[in-house]
């Protein structure tokens, strides 16, 4: 089929079956991996790379102009209006320590605005999946973010830097929203916190310190599903700058955004 011929879903398909293969990987690694470091307490191990081996490969066979990019190092340019953002383990800490808390994200590109996303929690065998403009599902059901109203009755998921200090202005925000929320907490995966976000099983999201894997699938998702994605000071989201705030779109959003500035 010509590619001006293929749709979101056609995508969508394609990075679903790439996401079931490296989940495939990381349960093959999951007692065998050794782990080094890219930076102090930033980890890798065999599996990330494996991980994102399978979908690369799988996703380059099919679409072989397209561009790539991936946490692991992938950085495949050129001239289409495609690109593929990967990050074959997000929550590698997690996954290292067998705390069930990490994702595949994989979302996709067209001329800079994301069109195709998912996000596989393999322990959970959970996909949350979405194409631009089709609404946002879990295995195949549409989902939808919270209705909570107020910062005092929302879960607040938050990622801090690595090896950040005390005093840092990211761990002086996420003070401020514990005081403020009904509950706040660092889980280790932005993958996961988006895709949770979008189902309503937490009810705001936000980090200043993102890369594009760690946001592009989830951010598609998140607005797909119904709930708002912008920077921190409300400007309209990029991904390709770190700062990100995910809510449930409700006046939740202002007031976070407020507390955050």
Known sequence: MPESELT????????????WAAAEVLDEWALKFT????SPANLVTEADIASERAIHELLHARYPDHRFLGEEGLADEGPSPYRWIIDPLDGTSNYVHGFP???VSIGLEHDGDLIAGVILDPTRKELFAAA???????????????RAASLSEALV??????SVPPGHPAVERFLRTMSAAQATQRTGSAALNLAYTACGRIDAFFSTSLKPWDMAAGT?????????VSRIGGEEFDVNLPDILATNGGPLHEELRTLLR
Do not use: C, D, Q, W
Not at 132 to 146: D, F, K, M, Q, V
Not at 157 to 162: A, D, G, I, N, R
């Open 8 to 19: 979101e879903e056609h995508f969508l398909r394609s990075a679903e079956e790439a996401a």
């Open 35 to 38: 782990v080094s470091e890219k």
């Open 101 to 103: 808390y990490f994702a």
């Open 132 to 146: 631009r403009g089709r609404g946002a599902t879990l295995n195949g059901e549409p989902i939808h973010p919270s």
């Open 157 to 162: 998921m938050v990622s801090l830097p690595v």
């Open 220 to 228: 598609l998702i998140v607005g797909e599903a119904g709930g708002r």
